[in-house]
């Protein structure tokens, strides 16, 4: 059974910290990590993928991947109320092509 | 901007109609997907095309059947749904193949289904 989890939140920080955001998925089979955003009433929408270990840094985002520990974050910078949606980890195995979506962590940042 | 189309964007249907949601991608991607989502839960996955053939179906009811023309387009033949049914229709697509980037899903903004 492959599995990815997420706390669901709601997970709030004041504009401008850093937001944290973690996923773990039990399938040490696991190829691609992808991390999406999803305002209420929107589709959800690509922010980065990474499949090395270590760091992947995007502007104001930064992937982490550890696949020892079966451990994929996110952090987003200078959070600002724009970033409040909830966000999906979604995991790449191996073996076929499905991805398997956690079940989200809902987050808002404070003004 | 996203660069697969779902039409139409809203739909409500009586439980004894049939209609279909469409999907047009133009990044030349060889898979395509079809996933539903409820309120406040992640994405479930359909079905999936693999160069246009049904590769996976994830034991969706036979009231769904989906379609896949050529490579840019992906159908999904609504008939007879239960009200159970409404939710959002996600239509995806990647490049199909490898590993890294190419697995990435790249979603349409998606249908919202009503069903009375």
């Known amino acids: 059974q492959k599995e990815v989890e997420q706390n669901s939140g709601p997970l709030s920080v004041p504009e401008g910290a850093i937001a944290s955001l973690n996923c773990t998925y039990s399938?040490?089979?696991?190829?691609?990590f992808f991390w999406y955003r999803q305002y209420s009433g929107k589709s959800p929408e690509l922010i980065m993928f990474?499949?090395?270990?270590g760091d992947k840094e995007d502007g104001r985002f930064t992937a982490q991947l550890n696949k020892a520990s079966q451990y994929v974050s996110l952090l987003i910078r200078d959070s600002q109320p724009s970033d409040s949606a909830t966000y999906l980890c979604?995991?790449?195995?191996?073996?076929?092509?499905?991805?398997?979506f956690g079940p989200g962590t809902r987050l808002s940042v404070l003004p | 901007d996203t660069e697969v189309t779902q039409t139409p964007k809203h739909l409500v249907m009586g439980m004894t109609n049939k209609k279909s949601l469409k999907c047009e991608q133009h990044?030349?991607?060889?898979?395509m997907y079809w996933y539903k989502q409820k309120a406040k839960k992640p994405p479930e996955l359909m079905f999936v095309?693999?160069?246009?053939?049904?590769?996976i179906n994830e034991s969706v009811p036979s009231r769904f059947s989906p379609e896949c023309p050529n490579s840019s387009l992906l159908n999904l033949h609504l008939h007879a749904l239960q009200p159970e049914d409404s939710a959002l229709y996600l239509c995806?697509?990647?490049?199909?193949?490898?590993?890294?980037?190419?697995?990435?899903?790249?979603f349409g903004e998606g249908s919202w289904l009503t069903v009375v």
């Open positions: 979604a995991v790449k195995f191996w073996s076929g092509q499905n991805f398997v």
């Open positions: 095309y693999s160069y246009e053939k049904l590769s």
């Open positions: 990474i499949y090395s270990n």
């Open positions: 995806a697509s990647s490049q199909g193949g490898g590993g890294g980037a190419g697995n990435t899903i790249y």
């Open positions: 399938d040490r089979g696991s190829q691609s």
């Open positions: 990044m030349g991607h060889r898979a």
